[in-house]
């Protein structure tokens, strides 16, 4: 008997949690797998951050819920890094606290979505987005941007998508999987589009915020008339190493943020206690160990950029920001038994013990994504590994 919903039965697998769990699989058995797959730094979270969580455990104050929301002190912080880092004016009470980033998204679509409501999404997109646009009964539209425009789509393509039914449009600032960063002048374009259509809420997801190689975040709610309807998604898995730490919040105009704050007191109610003194050590203290993450970053990015290009059929654009390539790979389509960048990232995982992503979960089947999440000396390896792959295949 079939009891499972039909929601859970149409909801696809995260194209990166399951190359993950393929590859430690791999590794259980001895293999020397370099996994390249997962977007997560390899840097240990900061040690004064870690010493901000012991002592919330030794002052025994924070065993109780915390509010669903947030702890004030913790909300209060981010407001003034939103005034400070990105002129936006969210107060606290515009700021929910959630259990990553993830669940921000998440919270944001249950909240606004009908059945049947339209979302604009910039392809290529992160993987979670199309699933819990469709989780919430929406319906994704996508706008793609091409390799040679660094996979950004422009302004005319954003107008349109646009239909009676669009609800929301949203995108990643700098860009996962692909790296792009929306310069001011983009997001001038995007809101000028967006101004003949005010009921359309702006989702920005700036969880990469700090890993920017351009020298400029600019968030698009800064820009006039635009914070009013946008949401500003972040968090401290990236630019802090804390992707364990389960940490992501929004700022949000207030009748949508007391509406994820409600979605969120039903499914799981506050993030950890401890984890939000953790964050909040991570944003009141020196932000040093961020910066000389983000220049670790730019120096593999260079790295990895001069290996791909000495590899025969692959062809790669230098990123501005993230920590990820998302090369096109299509000219090793149809070569023994390789049909799509899925089936390439299985054959370089099999062959060359290195994981990867196919592009087609975030939109882009002949692109896949690559981490240089790792250290230069493995990135060394796994890129010498996955050329001598592939020249088995020409």
Not at 15 to 44: C, H, N, Y
Not at 100 to 118: M, R
Not at 339 to 365: I, R, W
């Amino acid at each position: 008997m079939d009891l499972l919903s039909e929601r859970i039965k149409a909801m696809s697998e995260s194209a990166t949690l399951a190359m993950a769990a393929r590859a430690r699989e791999m590794k259980q058995k001895g293999v020397d797998v370099i996994g390249l797959s997962l977007g997560e730094p390899d840097f240990k979270t900061p040690k004064h951050i870690q010493e901000g969580a012991k002592a919330a455990i030794d002052e025994q104050k924070y065993f109780a819920y915390p509010p669903v929301n947030g702890y004030l002190d913790l909300r209060e912080a981010i407001s003034e890094k939103f005034k400070r880092e990105n002129h936006l004016n969210y107060t606290a009470s515009q700021i929910v606290v959630s259990n990553g980033a993830k669940q921000s998204i998440a919270n944001i679509f249950l909240a606004l979505l009908n059945p049947g409501d339209e979302v604009i999404i910039y392809s290529p997109f992160w993987v979670s987005y199309s699933a819990l646009v469709e989780l919430a009964e929406g319906k994704c539209v996508f706008i793609k941007g091409a390799l040679k425009d660094d996979f950004k789509a422009s302004a005319a393509q954003l107008k349109a998508a646009i239909t009676p039914k669009t609800k929301a449009v949203i995108f990643s600032s700098p860009c996962n999987p692909t790296g792009s960063v929306f310069s001011r002048g983009d997001l001038e374009a995007m809101a000028s589009v967006l101004s003949a259509h005010p009921n359309i809420v702006v989702i920005s997801d700036e969880i990469y915020e700090l890993i920017n190689f351009v020298g400029e975040h600019v968030s698009i709610g800064s820009i006039a008339g635009m914070q009013d309807r946008t949401v500003t998604v972040n968090g401290f898995a990236k630019g802090f190493a804390m992707t364990g730490w389960r940490v992501g919040y929004i700022g949000a105009p207030l009748w949508l943020a007391q509406a994820a704050n409600k979605v969120q007191g039903q499914i799981t109610s506050a993030n950890c206690s401890i984890a939000q003194r953790a964050a909040l050590t991570a944003l009141t203290a020196p932000q040093q160990a961020s910066k000389e993450m983000a220049n670790a970053y730019y120096h593999r990015r260079a790295l990895v950029y001069e290996l791909l290009k000495e590899i025969p059929g692959i062809e790669a654009n230098m990123p501005q920001g993230a920590f990820y390539f998302f090369p096109d790979v299509s000219s090793y389509f149809g070569k023994k038994d390789i049909k799509d960048s899925a089936d390439l990232c299985l054959y370089l995982l099999e062959e060359a013990h290195v994981s990867l992503v196919s592009g087609e979960g975030f939109g882009e089947p002949n692109c896949l994504r690559l981490s240089y999440a790792a250290s230069e000396d493995d990135l060394r390896t796994a890129l010498e590994r996955i050329t001598n792959a592939l020249k088995k295949l020409i």
